[in-house]
């Protein structure tokens, strides 16, 4: 027979058993979370008519984006799960009721240079909540602390939370008389990390026309470690930078009342989101140990979801996670949590009669009990069997031959402990139940000793 | 603004809030009854090679395939999940464990032609056991099992189980001189239920040559009420349909020590799954109520997974469930359970001080408890705000003013009674968890009363 080697394309992570179960615990925490905090699951399709998908027209993904003919049909696969939700909404919005908090975990497709630890296909974790023309400001404060209480239940503790507002940004550059170009002197403080503060400062001076001294001054003031006391320097010379001084206050009022620690946020006025369609609040997340990582979860507050949709003003709050490369990267730098169970299963028995069936009532027993159980009925030696529980870190065995079938105790091999033991199925159970509550404990992120 | 009209491409299932979260249902019954036998969780490309995907042929599939070029490569999007699968075994051999117990629930695309109830995107919800060069029958009898456990944990309970064995049809087939022909044969018998026992014979008798007696004889023995008793007057007179006859017997008598109610499963011959793939026990299951849906989970063992990647012998036994279509006949047909909770959050806070902080506690605290909970902070009416839970089918709702903070009491509203109370926060979150578990009881499949 010919053969076709098999392989899977480059850019496409495709995980060994062991780093799925991790990486399944990614999604459970995220759905948990996002759930306590009362959001909807929503599914999208992933392919979609190039001419809804590409309605904004795609900019920079336009060149990724995987476009193909299909009949008569121009498709294409989904690049985010923004417009995708854009698209839902205009197209359900009779049938929906708003504010409508939705959650999206799902692959999203861009045909980037191949390069390591850069996906084409790969998963994003988001969500939004989206007013009918308006939302309150207490959702660009809720957002963030989602954040928190995710990175939080994966494990995660050296990452900080960086908090900016738009209007803040855009009432400085009014100030400054760069009204027009407002949108170009954004994404030049975008790069202040990136290129530097004397860079900027030249770009300001040299391609904007601003005066030296106002240029240091917008930078002093964007660089402050006390950004809302020197921001108040401005208040009442323009209504915008007012309205954002005020948010920024009352958002990080509010971050307290849910319970983000003040260590884990701070209002960072050179954030600026590069993104035209923010309009509010906006976010980044690093981890205080991996800058060169960049964000780890990015959004913020936009004024109109659908526009290319729907004349219905829907105005919305959200985040992004990439969850693919955070899931790289953690395992690359040794962050996933080693001592949790990926094994298939708690228990293997191993029949050692003709006839399996006293075997196969154990393990609907044990099934039963909620404990995952397989039994290993291959024609292989003892030892082969008790390798094969090893390999995958099966944590029990149970033996079970004639002479457990006359006494009625089953033969149990704790394989943490080394210990066998002969029990009767009932206890037996109990203590397996209680030897994986044990074993469930910690979460999916384990941070190095020498990191904390 | 130009706008384009938001649509959804014909043959793509997207749900409202409250059916995405009765499909989840599904998605988390099948996930939990898969890892309680042992099952891992795995994720391949959607998007994959073409010369890869179609290393077999795509037979009647290849016309239907989703296939497209990104630069220099010819891609194509994954029509099932065992051509990924095969790929994968063989792909990553070295470094899997075997038996490898694997579920897989992904969307797969074929290109139909659009009908109602057919789908371009789909979820299958796959289960293999892939042993490396042998695989013990048992697991032959465990399959079916879990099959049963599964549509039961969904709720389900008029469901039949078929089986059969493929040796045994092949035995017959040569004992009647068929042996060169036993594919078409098998597709002849395949159509029996379609076409009638006339059609069949006539087929048999003219096509294939077989004397009227003998075609009568063969029917006679598959339409058999005893098929077991029915081939045993052909024991002993061919190989392949003893070793079957052995199969089947100790397959069915395995499936009740699994636990299968006897009503629920039966051994009918002219079950014979069209495919060549398979070698040993095949499988179908229907609704007794909807047989004109046709099989709901099908499957069966196989000798060979992956001859077209490898040279490696590995034989594997499987099903699957086209879950989108499943769900979309089950709530067509009003099975989905409607007395179970599809809000987005159990708990609505509607905060009525200026400073929502006391609310955004009260918030924390229930969701610490595990209850979902929303903050309803619009700008909008109380009525208003009443009426957005009850459209959402929220079960309950805090009101939070300053009354409630001067007496460190809550007033709840519990919208399943009506009644209205005051409770300190622990006795609330007491009862509100008291009263989910009670909400939260019952499958999220509800057979109607005519039908049971």
New interface residues.
Partial sequence: ?????????SG??????QQ??Q??RFLNTLRTTY???????????????T??LL?KGGGETEKQI?R????D?D?SLRFDLTVPL???V???YG???F?F??FQIG?V?R?ERSQRGRFR?FYQADIDVI?DG???L??EA?IPSIIYKTFTALGLKRFKIRINNRKVLNGLFELLGLKQQAGDVMRTVDKLEKIGREKVIATLTDEFHVSAEAAGNLLHTLESTDPLNALEYYRGKNNLLDEGLNELARVA??ME???VPSDHFVIDLTIARGLDYYTGTVYETVMLDHPEIGSICSGGRYDNL??????KQLPGVGISIGLTRLFFVLEDQGYLNGDMLTA??DVLILPMTDD??PA??LA?AL?DA??????H???KKFKQKLS?AN??GIPYAVFLGEDELNSGLNTLKDFTTGEQSSLDTQTMIALIQAGLKEKSKGTPIQEKESTL
Avoid at 35 to 49: C, K, M, Q, R, V
């Fill in positions: 027979m010919e053969q076709i080697k098999p392989r899977t394309l496409f992570m495709e995980l060994l058993p799925q179960v990486f399944e759930s306590l905090y009362g959001f909807t699951p929503l599914d999208t399709p992933i392919i979609e008519a001419e809804v309605a995987y193909f003919t299909k009949g049909n498709l854009a698209k839902y205009a197209l359900h049938e929906l009721t504010p908090r939705r692959k497709y045909g296909e007013g308006a939302l309150d207490s959702n809720e009022h509010y009342a849910f319970g659908a526009e290319y949709y729907t004349d298939p299963a399996f069936s196969i009532s609907t099934r909620g404990i995952r159980t397989q039994i009925g291959e024609q094969y390999k995958l």
